[in-house]
């Protein structure tokens, strides 16, 4: 499959932990976002990284990417009970396929 | 700035009856999607415009499922007849075009139309 698959499907923590989600995928990229989406809603982005970027931040997000083994993580540090939802990788491929994968479900307990 | 429109929110409608969904993207966004998305499950896309082109159509059961976007606007999403497998969330999206210099790829998603088949 070429789409991109997160892992692991679900994950619970602490709030004021660190959450790690990761994506793998088996075809080459342009770029990698990852989105949230909030139980009943529609999906909201939260950060993209290109094929030669490595590593981005936004607020208490850090996304790396490393393109040699196919692989992304997306790091929320300091989770508070508001990141509870569910967190999809989207790969926009090298030719122009847009793929999502199915996904982790965090929980943040407060 | 007003996001992605959608209507209705909620259908629930028999098996072999039509629906159709209604997407009104950003303004000033050429490109649309539509997604259909399963519970549990992510996005899949269904089709793709750039302007008023469908680019990308692939995953788009032609049998039954057609789309329109006349004016390279707004756009509809039609179901002809429906299946109760058709049940899901139809979600649309929209962003720059590909290639604008201001283009993130960053795609605006709309609140979805949950479809019940029944």
């Known amino acids: 499959s070429q789409q991109g698959e997160e892992d692991p499907q679900a994950l619970s923590i602490q709030e004021g932990e660190n959450a790690t989600m990761n994506c793998s995928y088996k075809t080459s990229i342009n770029n990698l976002q990852w989105y949230r989406q909030n139980s009943g809603r529609g999906l909201v982005h939260l950060i993209l990284?290109?094929?030669?970027?490595r590593e981005k931040h936004s607020g208490r997000l850090r996304v790396t990417l490393d393109t040699s083994k196919k692989s992304s993580s997306l790091l929320i540090t300091a989770s508070r009970a508001a990141d509870t939802a569910s967190y999809f990788c989207a790969l926009r491929t090298s030719y122009d396929k847009v793929i999502f994968g199915p996904g982790t479900s965090l929980s943040v307990i407060p | 700035e007003a996001g992605v429109v959608q209507s209705p929110r909620y259908k629930i409608i028999e098996k072999k009856q039509p629906v159709a969904f209604w997407c009104n993207p950003i303004s000033g966004h050429n490109t649309l999607y539509w997604y259909r998305q399963n519970l549990g499950q992510g996005p899949e896309l269904l089709i793709r415009y750039e302007n008023e082109e469908a680019v990308d159509d692939s995953q788009l059961p032609k049998d039954r499922f057609s789309a329109e976007r006349l004016k390279g606007v707004d756009s509809t999403l039609k179901i002809q007849p429906a299946e109760l497998g058709d049940s899901a969330v139809y979600l649309c999206?929209?962003?720059?075009?590909?290639?604008?210099?201001?283009?993130?790829?960053?795609?605006?998603f709309g609140p979805g139309t949950r479809l019940t088949v029944l």
């Open positions: 999206a929209s962003s720059r075009l590909a290639g604008d210099p201001t283009s993130t790829d960053t795609q605006y």
């Open positions: 990284i290109r094929s030669n970027e």
